[in-house]
């Protein structure tokens, strides 16, 4: 089993900055696609940026051009840095890993850390 722990989660003004990690620790021969997920009161939870390990990034078209996800292969770490925030972004932001163990393919999920964006 695989736990991921994020940090850097707060509360920010409009046009700030912030930095997500998210570590991931436990039984891992592997870790494939890393992202960032986020889920505003009242709505789905949505996909924000994955990056694959050989550094492939994909990005929601609403974050496009303000946020950038990397990654750390040997601290098992992924790293979202959020600028020109706005209102809207207010969310949990969650992180998801794919891996494999000796058991297999799997997925994880963190807890989740919350980043308010005030106007």
């Known amino acids: 089993q695989v736990q991921l722990v994020e940090s850097g989660g707060g509360l920010v003004q409009a046009g700030g900055s912030l930095r997500l990690s998210c570590a991931a620790s436990?039984?891992?021969?592997?870790?494939?696609?890393m992202g960032w997920y986020r889920q505003a009161p009242g709505k789905q939870r949505e996909l924000v940026a994955t990056?694959?390990?050989?550094?492939?990034?994909n990005y929601a078209d609403s974050v496009k051009g303000r946020f950038t996800i990397s990654r750390d292969n040997a601290k098992n770490t992924v790293y979202l840095q959020m600028n020109s925030l706005k209102p809207e972004d207010t969310a949990v932001y969650s992180c998801?890993?794919?891996?494999?163990?000796?058991?297999?393919?799997?997925?994880?999920w963190g807890q989740g850390t919350q980043v308010t964006v005030s106007s």
């Open positions: 990056i694959a390990t050989g550094g492939d990034t």
């Open positions: 436990g039984n891992i021969f592997s870790i494939n696609v």
């Open positions: 998801h890993a794919d891996y494999t163990s000796w058991a297999g393919d799997f997925g994880s």
